[in-house]
């Protein structure tokens, strides 16, 4: 499991970890705080981001990621920057075959997700274990 976390900001402090979930081939991505370009760069640089979301990036099991699940359930708001991150990672999973899925997606970014019509295009489940077919 593989742990950043950035300042804090407005009492939130952003956090990213990445596991394995209960069956082979899913990752799952904890999402915490403000999903916001300030908040994201805090904790790591664009390329270091890109590394840990790698599709190529075997799980711990060995087993090669064919599911990434966002966990959202702990991001109280998003900037575009962050939008631009979900939409972006989205469409390299779909380039490599990999499903995506935010999970958990409280009120105020399913606006954002709504507004911008990120919801007609990403999947999204209530909770994690839906997203994963528990």
């Known amino acids: 499991m593989t742990t950043h976390q950035g300042q804090v900001w407005h009492g939130a402090a952003f956090n990213l970890v990445r596991k394995e979930g209960n069956k082979a081939g899913i990752a799952i991505f904890l999402l ?19 590394e840990m979301l790698d599709l190529q ?29 979900v939409a972006s ?15 958990g997606v409280g009120p105020r970014v ?12 990403v999947p999204i489940t209530a909770t994690v274990e839906e997203a994963c077919g528990d």
């Open 57 to 85: 990036t075997a799980l711990p099991s060995g087993a090669p990621p064919r599911l990434h699940v966002f966990d959202m359930s702990g991001v109280p708001y998003m900037d575009s920057m962050g939008l631009g991150w």
């Open 89 to 103: 990672h989205f469409a390299r999973c779909q380039a490599k075959g990999v499903r995506m899925i935010a999970a």
């Open 110 to 121: 399913m606006e954002v997700f709504k507004i911008t019509k990120v919801d007609t295009i």
């Open 32 to 50: 915490s705080g403000p999903l916001t370009m300030r908040d994201m760069y805090a904790v790591q640089t664009p390329n270091a981001f890109r």
